[in-house]
């Protein structure tokens, strides 16, 4: 059976994920993902609106047009897990393809609210939801089934799918970490992917996302950033003033330990911005996390404005809000109260936590510099970087080498200097470029079984 690896989005940047593998007539496409760098660069634009040439023109979304040359049928769209860069393209782009949308029941329903979202493009594709450990045919020969296998990432209900082929697996990998004790849901399921790699003809293919692969050692577990948290917020338990906090609003756990160190401390939290209720909300509908009753959570900038005129008549000091902003996003809640666009006032010496990391790419960058540097201007002390990544470092992707002994290797989710790292580790375990380790840029194709 002839194999082939479409390389459409994600291979020349951290953003707009999409790949495409085509096993005989049947092809599966794992994400749709959105580069929010080019659209945050750009004042005032709405996605919703837009029509998917311009998104693709300014390389906000993938460009798919690569897909024409594979010949045969979409059977699926998985995307793995709920974060934009692998799902906010699915509303404009997932219509040109008859085909189900397949995904765990948390990324199905933000899946959902993308697609109710968009005004431009009707997406009609059936969505599926699927749990990790199960399984389902994919095409009518009966020779392919897709699986899904658990990982631990900075959102729940993320899978790493696999495509299970006669000529061997192939194991989509992007965006995990080997969390043994994460704070929600369960481990990576390392002994699932150790028998896939035992398996039949074993892994053919492994696409493996390369963000930390430089970086020595192994990414901590979520549990070792709840504890850091813990200790920053009660060493600030006895300040009487204002403290607030942001986080990426979809890590729902850090969310969570955010709203219990809160009430320990003695105070209210609160949930403020848009996403913020979006991820929040939907994973207590779908019971993946239980809130306390009374916690509020607000997105719609008036109901915002009105919690922060209450904090300010109440009292900061009973109050944490935890709000949008981490990156320093300009229309996010803590860039408008580092700008004085809301009720919310800081005085000199108020804690602002950020419970989260600086993305490493230039305009995230620029905007949280130029965030921190107001909100310092207005006399707040910043807490920075209390955070584990949701990506493998350096002997997290050993061990995955290890585990699966795939036959090739695609390198994905950076540019081309972001590869280099991951290439002299694969080169360290006996692969070689451009034998068994394919570096590519996007809308590329790679033939590994003719």
Same mark, same amino acid.
């Given at each position: 059976?002839?194999?082939?690896?479409?390389?459409i989005?994600?291979?020349?940047?951290?953003?707009?994920?999409?790949?495409?593998?085509?096993a005989?007539?049947?092809?599966?496409?794992?994400?749709?993902?959105?580069?929010?760098?080019?659209?945050?660069?750009?004042?005032?634009?709405?996605?919703?609106?837009?029509?998917?040439?311009?998104?693709?023109?300014?390389?906000?979304?993938?460009?798919?047009?690569?897909?024409?040359?594979?010949?045969?049928?979409?059977?699926?769209?998985?995307?793995t897990?709920?974060?934009?860069?692998?799902?906010?393209?699915?509303?404009? $782009?997932?219509?040109?393809?008859?085909?189900?949308?397949?995904?765990?029941?948390?990324?199905?329903?933000?899946?959902?609210q993308?697609?109710?979202?968009?005004s431009?493009?009707?997406?009609?594709?059936?969505?599926?939801?699927?749990e990790?450990?199960?399984?389902?045919p994919?095409?009518?020969? =009966?020779?392919?089934?897709l699986?899904?296998?658990?990982?631990?990432?900075?959102?729940i209900?993320?899978?790493?799918?696999v495509?299970?082929?006669p000529?061997?697996a192939?194991?989509?990998?992007?965006?995990?970490?080997?969390?043994h004790d994460?704070?929600?849901?369960?481990?990576?399921? @390392?002994?699932?992917?150790?028998?896939? =790699?035992?398996?039949?003809?074993?892994?053919?293919?492994?696409?493996?996302?390369?963000?930390?692969?430089?970086?020595?050692?192994?990414?901590?577990?979520?549990?070792?950033?709840?504890?850091?948290?813990?200790?920053? @917020?009660?060493?600030?338990?006895?300040?009487?003033? =204002?403290?607030?906090?942001?986080?990426?609003?979809?890590?729902?756990?850090?969310?969570?330990?955010l709203?219990?160190?809160?009430?320990?401390?003695?105070?209210?939290?609160?949930? $403020?911005g848009?996403?913020?209720?979006?991820?929040?909300?939907t994973?207590?509908?779908?019971?993946?996390?239980?809130?306390p009753?009374?916690?509020?959570?607000?997105?719609?900038?008036?109901?915002?404005?009105?919690?922060?005129?209450?904090?300010?008549?109440?009292?900061?000091?009973?109050?944490?809000?935890?709000?949008?902003?981490?990156?320093?996003?300009?229309?996010?809640?803590?860039?408008?109260?580092?700008?004085?666009?809301?009720?919310?006032?800081?005085?000199?010496?108020?804690?602002?936590?950020f419970?989260?990391?600086?993305?490493?790419?230039?305009?995230?960058?620029?905007?949280?510099?130029?965030?921190?540097?107001?909100?310092?201007?207005? =006399?707040?002390?910043?807490?920075?970087?209390?955070?584990?990544?949701?990506? $493998?470092?350096?002997?997290g992707h050993?061990e995955?080498?290890?585990? $699966?002994?795939?036959?090739?290797?695609?390198?994905?989710h950076?540019? @081309?200097?972001?590869?280099?790292?991951?290439?002299?580790?694969?080169?360290?375990?006996?692969?070689?470029?451009?034998?068994d380790?394919?570096?590519?840029?996007?809308?590329?194709?790679?033939?590994?079984?003719?």
């Amino acid at each position: 059976m002839e194999i082939e690896i479409a390389t459409i989005g994600g291979y020349e940047e951290v953003g707009r994920q999409m790949t495409a593998v085509r096993a005989g007539e049947d092809i599966v496409i794992f994400d749709m993902g959105l580069n929010l760098s080019k659209v945050l660069i750009h004042d005032d634009v709405e996605t919703e609106s837009m029509h998917s040439l311009d998104l693709i023109d300014m390389g906000a979304i993938p460009d798919d047009r690569v897909m024409s040359e594979l010949e045969g049928d979409v059977r699926a769209i998985v995307p793995t897990h709920g974060h934009l860069d692998h799902i906010a393209a699915i509303p404009k $782009l997932a219509h040109r393809y008859d085909a189900p949308i397949v995904a765990t029941p948390f990324t199905i329903e933000l899946v959902k609210q993308q697609i109710q979202g968009e005004s431009k493009f009707d997406v009609g594709n059936e969505l599926v939801k699927m749990e990790a450990g199960e399984t389902m045919p994919i095409g009518d020969s =009966g020779a392919l089934d897709l699986e899904f296998v658990n990982v631990a990432h900075s959102i729940i209900d993320a899978i790493n799918p696999v495509l299970h082929t006669p000529e061997g697996a192939v194991v989509y990998g992007l965006d995990k970490r080997l969390d043994h004790d994460p704070v929600l849901g369960d481990p990576i399921d @390392m002994d699932r992917f150790a028998e896939i =790699g035992r398996e039949g003809e074993g892994v053919l293919c492994y696409i493996e996302d390369c963000t930390n692969a430089g970086q020595k050692g192994r990414t901590p577990s979520e549990s070792v950033a709840r504890d850091h948290l813990h200790d920053v @917020m009660t060493s600030v338990a006895d300040y009487d003033g =204002g403290i607030v906090a942001t986080t990426f609003s979809s890590h729902v756990a850090r969310v969570k330990s955010l709203v219990e160190f809160a009430r320990e401390m003695g105070r209210e939290p609160v949930l $403020l911005g848009r996403s913020m209720e979006q991820y929040a909300g939907t994973a207590e509908r779908l019971d993946f996390v239980n809130f306390p009753g009374d916690l509020g959570m607000y997105g719609h900038r008036k109901s915002v404005d009105r919690t922060f005129k209450r904090i300010m008549e109440e009292g900061k000091d009973q109050y944490l809000p935890i709000v949008t902003g981490h990156q320093g996003e300009p229309r996010a809640m803590l860039t408008r109260m580092a700008r004085g666009e809301t009720p919310y006032e800081f005085d000199d010496g108020d804690k602002v936590i950020f419970s989260a990391s600086v993305i490493p790419e230039p305009t995230n960058e620029g905007q949280r510099y130029q965030a921190e540097t107001l909100l310092r201007m207005q =006399g707040a002390r910043i807490f920075d970087d209390i955070h584990v990544s949701g990506h $493998l470092s350096e002997e997290g992707h050993y061990e995955m080498l290890r585990t $699966l002994q795939p036959q090739h290797v695609i390198p994905a989710h950076q540019n @081309m200097k972001g590869f280099s790292p991951y290439v002299d580790l694969a080169d360290s375990q006996g692969y070689e470029l451009g034998r068994d380790l394919h570096v590519t840029r996007n809308g590329n194709t790679i033939q590994l079984v003719e």
